[in-house]
């Protein structure tokens, strides 16, 4: 696609949790718990609420539409201000540190006077219904083109256990909302700015790791198409692709108005009731539903069913809006007979209802309530199709398609929350903040000043165990050790099963420092750490794991290994070295340097191919030649 041509513009909207010790309107710590751990639980209805204006939000009015009884997980961790049973406290100051140390990173300006609002939500994600967030900064720069509108600090969202049920250990961590301009043109570019927002944020240090603790929204429009926002991208790798079947899902829905108008479309106001016509049928959906209405689309014949994204067609669109009347569906003519309805009743219900052949109808069973409120939403989907694309607020699904969530919120969502009281950001505390490293100018230095290759640099940069590193070089311990240690060998503990959030920094230091002071070898390091994670002292882990050997029992114990092999080192020659390494090894437990070891193992496996070679003699040949009785050679 020429995303030029079809005038893509695009800006992001990034949520990143602040790892601070309590959360943004209590004392609460920032902890996230096991469901199984929860204290009580209770129950919610929420409602919209008109904002001053006397307005309802557009998408509240959406969410209103199926009154849904909402479920909550209170913890010994949580308190009445996440029940809504409390007046908040004064805004987070170590929060509103890390947000405007994010703000002067991309050199931005300071409100005179950070006040609090509150951001109508009644989706469930908050026990209020609704977030409360302030406005901190404004107007920052992109490198490379771009700017930053304005920083957000808010608090998080409960955290969904299934449809109506949420744990309310995440609900009021803060987290920053970083807003950019529309001014990205191509997925690539989209991709770019998200990975350099994401960058400087983990720069400071002071940000949560992890699945979850930053979601990218993606604000998405084409020519002739219209705005619509994609929530809660988490994986960088995929944003290219939600801008790419975004785009197309635009060009798709505009392609078919175009069609619809080229054939006179329209939309009905009434739904017609078929229920009669569906006493035998048997499709078990149509069998057991109270009401069954026919909505015929005049002219939708074809589109109903035609795809606008892997996996969707406009006919999802249509079952998206259904839903909210609280439907498991719909069914229409474009894509049966099936699903236990026959060819002769579809024939029956165009009969029934009149349709052409050009016309699309649309089938939606439930109770009779939620059927014509579904029907309803259908005729409102339908008639946007003649519009071309809506505004709207729309998930991403797994691999980069997206459905319909609600429509775009409007000025009316927001108001003043009368429970907190406004900060001042004056000049002496913005000139207080101190500006951390980027991490790319950390991984140029850690491969310019500590030698370490570019890749594995800008690894440990990245890495969360960044400050755990600065912290091993800072004592000492060698920079090849400690990113080895960390980038690998704590990756292959977590994954063999050992519970390596159970060892302290602390013991990661030691075990690396035992094997600088030479008690231990390297090699002795993920049984040192496994054990220590299973609660052994360090000091009986070196004893156990590591026994110390000297160089003339080492000398000792290869050359009986080499001799005990004798046939196998002939046969082999030097590619015995790498078998042999590994019987050493086993035997001195990680005692001794690996490096040492195969020193050793050389030079009696050498003697033991040719014991009559002087090692001394220019014509000896190492590793990699095999020697045989004849006195010949093979390279």
């Known amino acids: 696609m020429d995303y030029e041509a079809r005038g893509l513009k695009a800006g992001i909207e990034i949520h990143q949790q602040l790892n601070t010790r309590e959360k943004l309107f209590c004392g609460c710590p920032t902890t996230l718990r096991k469901f199984e751990e929860r204290t009580g639980e209770f129950y919610r209805y929420l409602r919209a609420t008109e904002s001053e204006m006397g307005e309802i939000d557009r998408a509240a009015k959406e969410e209103m539409k199926h009154l849904r009884r909402f479920t909550y997980y209170a913890y010994d961790t949580t308190c009445l201000v996440e029940n809504d049973e409390e007046p908040p406290s004064p805004l987070n100051p170590e929060a509103l540190e890390i947000s405007l140390t994010i703000a002067r990173m991309f050199g931005m300006t300071p409100i005179e006077q950070c006040h609090t609002m509150r951001k109508l939500v009644i989706d469930g994600s908050n026990t209020s219904g609704f977030q409360r967030t302030a406005l901190v900064a404004v107007r920052g720069e992109i490198p490379g083109g771009g700017t930053i509108e304005t920083i957000c600090l808010e608090e998080e969202a409960a955290q969904r256990v299934q449809e109506n049920t949420f744990s309310l250990d995440r609900l009021g961590i803060p987290l920053v909302e970083i807003t950019t301009s529309p001014c990205m043109h191509t997925p690539e570019e989209v991709a770019r700015v998200a990975g350099y927002l994401g960058m400087v944020l983990r720069s400071t240090g002071r940000v949560k790791r992890g699945l979850g603790t930053i979601r990218q929204d993606i604000n998405i429009s084409i020519r002739e198409g219209a705005r619509v926002e994609i929530k809660g991208v988490q994986e960088l790798d995929l944003i290219a692709e939600v801008v790419r079947r975004e785009a197309a899902r635009q060009v798709a829905l505009l392609e078919i108005r175009e069609t619809l108008r080229e ?83 579809v024939e029956e219900i165009r009969r029934f209802t009149k349709a052409g052949p050009d016309d699309c109808v649309v089938l939606v069973a439930a109770s009779g309530t939620k059927a014509a409120c579904a029907a309803s939403q259908v005729v409102e989907r339908a008639g946007m199709a003649l519009q071309g694309v809506p505004e709207e607020t729309r998930r991403m699904l797994e691999g980069g398609s997206t459905a319909y969530m609600r429509p775009l919120p409007g000025a009316a969502r927001m108001y003043p929350e009368t429970d907190v009281l406004p900060v001042s950001i004056g000049s002496d505390l913005w000139e207080f903040i101190e500006l951390p490293e980027l991490l790319t100018e950390r991984a140029k230095r850690y491969s310019e000043e500590l030698g370490l290759d570019a890749g594995v640099a800008r690894q440990i940069a990245y890495s969360e165990h960044v400050q755990l590193f600065d912290r091993a070089i800072s004592e000492g311990i060698s920079p090849g050790l400690a990113s080895r240690t960390l980038l690998s060998t704590m990756k292959e503990l977590s994954r063999d099963g050992v519970p390596v959030e159970a060892i302290g920094d602390g013991a990661v230091i030691a075990v690396m420092k035992s094997v600088e002071e030479g008690r231990a070898a390297k090699e002795a390091v993920p049984g040192l750490l496994g054990s220590v994670a299973g609660g052994t002292p360090l000091e009986d882990a070196v004893a156990a794991c590591a026994p110390a050997i000297g160089a003339g029992d080492l000398e000792a114990l290869i050359q009986g290994i080499v001799r005990d092999r004798s046939e196998f080192v002939a046969q082999k020659g030097m590619a015995a070295l790498g078998p042999l390494m590994g019987v050493v090894m086993a035997e001195v437990r990680g005692s001794v340097d690996g490096k040492l070891v195969s020193e050793l193992l050389r030079k009696e496996i050498a003697k033991a191919c040719r014991p009559d070679l002087d090692r001394k003699n220019p014509f000896f040949i190492g590793q990699g030649t095999k020697f045989y009785e004849n006195g010949g050679l093979n390279n």
């Open 263 to 345: 054939r006179g479309a329209e939309v009905p106001e009434e739904p017609v009731d078929v229920t009669a016509l569906f006493k035998e049928t048997r499709s078990s959906i149509l069998k057991k539903a109270a009401c069954i209405l026919a909505v015929v689309l005049p002219g939708f014949a074809g589109l109903v069913g035609r795809e606008i994204q892997p996996g969707r067609r406009l006919g999802s669109e249509f079952a998206d809006y259904a839903k909210k009347c609280g439907v498991g569906g719909i069914f229409h003519t474009d894509e049966l007979p099936a699903y236990g309805v026959t060819g002769d009743e």
